[in-house]
T-cell receptor, first 116, second 114 residues
Framework: AQTVTQSQPEMSVQEAETVTLSCTYD???????LFWYKQPPSRQMILVIR??????QNATENRFSVNFQKAAKSFSLKISDSQLGDAAMYFC?????????????FGKGTLLTVNP | DGGITQSPKYLFRKEGQNVTLSCEQN?????MYWYRQDPGQGLRLIYY???????QKGDIAEGYSVSREKKESFPLTVTSAQKNPTAFYLC?????????????FGPGTRLTVT
């Protein structure tokens, strides 16, 4: 079974600075998908970014980018020019590419605080 | 606007009562999911459905039941057999089940059982 580990329960960053959230996962599969979701105080889960394991290029979405290291099974999220609205719980998630496993496996989350 | 709606936002029940949480989507997605979120636990899958009239158990299905009579609706019933029903419940949907289909989430329902 796949597992996802977020080793930083809490992180903080100054507004306008950069922060990196860590995520590692364990799998025996070669093809899969990785996601970062954001959950602000409203508790709505919002997809931030996704990465296909077969792609070597790291995904980027505006101020959000990932560092995907397949061999190391690492998938960190970098937030540049942090804004107050980035304050939220961030979840890393794993999804199999096929077979009968349709479950998103989530890490326990990292609570990000943005200081003005 | 396309999206997923869950109602109500807050729900209170007495112990021993069954309660049904609503989830509706107008995204024309085939697959729908129910997750439970507890503090410090992340999200755990309760049930999912790939198509109408079909559903499968997730990791923590005991004490829950679902139905999928319509493509756009996937209600979750929390039965009195569920030992710790107080939690935040999230419904999600995706175009199809499994990768690479992203799951989109509703706003959630906070259930409190006393």
């Amino acid at each position: 079974a796949q597992t996802v580990t977020q080793s930083q329960p809490e992180m903080s960053v100054q507004e306008a600075e950069t922060v990196t959230l860590s995520c590692t996962y364990d799998t025996s599969e070669s093809d899969y998908y990785l996601f970062w979701y954001k959950q602000p105080p409203s508790r709505q889960m919002i997809l931030v970014i996704r990465q296909e394991a077969y792609k070597q290029q790291n995904a980027t979405e505006n101020r959000f980018s990932v560092n995907f290291q397949k061999a190391a099974k690492s998938f960190s999220l970098k937030i540049s020019d942090s804004q107050l609205g980035d304050a939220a719980m961030y979840f890393c998630a794993y999804l199999s590419s096929g077979g009968s496993n349709y479950k998103l496996t989530f890490g326990k989350g990292t609570l990000l605080t943005v200081n003005p | 606007d396309g999206g997923i709606t869950q109602s109500p936002k807050y729900l209170f029940r007495k112990e021993g009562q069954n309660v049904t949480l609503s989830c509706e989507q107008n995204l024309n997605h085939d697959a729908m999911y129910w997750y439970r979120q507890d503090p410090g636990q992340g999200l755990r899958l309760i049930y999912y459905s790939q198509i109408v009239n079909d559903f499968q158990k997730g990791d923590i299905a005991e004490g829950y039941s679902v139905s999928r009579e319509k493509k756009e609706s996937f209600p979750l019933t929390v039965t009195s057999a569920q030992k710790n029903p107080t939690a935040f419940y999230l419904c999600a949907s995706s175009l199809l089940a499994g990768g690479p289909n992203e799951q989109y989430f509703g706003p959630g329902t906070r259930l409190t059982v006393t």
